[in-house]
């Protein structure tokens, strides 16, 4: 089942060591998942993908069987500037110094970032279910704040949600959708959510998003654009569309943006797996 056929490796990336698996062959396809998910999320996707590319799943650093860096007080170790050098390092330990970047959730916040810190690295970016992070927390409102309250509690100061969320990880997560997953991914969701490291990483991630993340947005705000072919899709049945409208939004930070939303909520490639396949590929042959 699943992608159990993909080789497995890990690279240090000086930073961090990152789990990943790979295979296929062709051009080079790096998928980036969100929270708090794993590799696994792309079970679906991935085996399609790779008969016609070279498919590169990391786990985040942080999440899954990637190491969990020690983290600095301004939260700088889980910011998605350096999630993203991370898997510069990756891809060049695999012999690729140019390639496409699809990013889901979290994964997205960094494939975006990746792109506008590596613009010659990066051939083509598509994103899922995501604004920037600089954009979310300026156009923040009460139904944002209530919608996607998780942000607000997960970046609170260590370690008050580390301990709420560690007396039960499995009443926490997952609440309402665990039919959306194949119980082997579920699986692994559920090892990753009860290791006290990965609850750590994963608040980390969120305080780096309120301050580091969005202050490096505010920085490249008007200043700096992402320069390759941008896909955005989003959940149609999700909260993305009724709090902006995405391509409007995306528009600011690149040129090249297409996109629409996906007859689905938020987990789009496990969700409408197909319905996402297609719209990639033929963002990838395009």
Excluded at 115 to 144: H, Q, S, W
Excluded at 154 to 174: S, T
């Amino acid at each position: 089942m699943l992608i159990t056929d993909f080789q497995s490796t890990v690279v240090n990336t000086g930073e961090a060591e990152i789990y990943l698996r790979y295979g296929g062959q062709g051009p080079p396809l790096l998928l980036l998942h969100g929270h708090p998910q794993t590799h696994m999320m792309w079970h679906e996707l991935a085996p399609k993908l790779a008969e016609e590319y070279t498919v590169v799943m990391p786990d985040l650093r942080g999440y899954g069987d990637s190491s969990k860096p020690e983290s600095a007080d301004d939260h700088s170790t889980y910011s998605k500037r350096a999630m993203a050098k991370d898997q510069i390092a990756v891809m060049k330990e695999l012999g690729f110094s140019r390639f496409t970047v699809i990013g889901h959730d979290r994964g997205a916040r960094c494939a975006y970032r990746l792109a506008l810190d590596f613009p010659k690295t990066v051939e083509k970016l598509a994103v899922m279910d995501i604004i920037p992070t600089g954009e979310t927390f300026r156009r923040a409102d009460k139904d944002f704040a209530m919608g996607y309250w998780h942000w607000f509690f997960l970046a609170q100061p260590f370690d008050f949600p580390e301990r709420v969320i560690g007396e039960n990880p499995d009443n926490f997560y997952f609440q309402g959708t665990r039919h959306l997953f194949h119980p082997e991914a579920l699986a692994e969701y559920w090892r990753g959510i009860h290791n006290p490291g990965t609850i750590h990483a994963m608040c980390e991630d969120y305080r780096a998003a309120a301050t580091i993340d969005s202050e490096l947005d505010e920085a490249d705000r008007g200043s700096k654009k992402i320069t390759c072919p941008v896909l955005v899709l989003w959940g149609e049945k999700g909260a993305l569309p009724n709090w902006y409208d995405v391509l409007d939004v995306w528009q600011d930070w690149a040129d090249d943006v297409t996109g629409r939303g996906i007859d689905c909520g938020h987990y789009l490639a496990e969700e409408a797996p197909e319905e996402t396949y297609e719209e990639i590929r033929k963002f990838l042959k395009t």
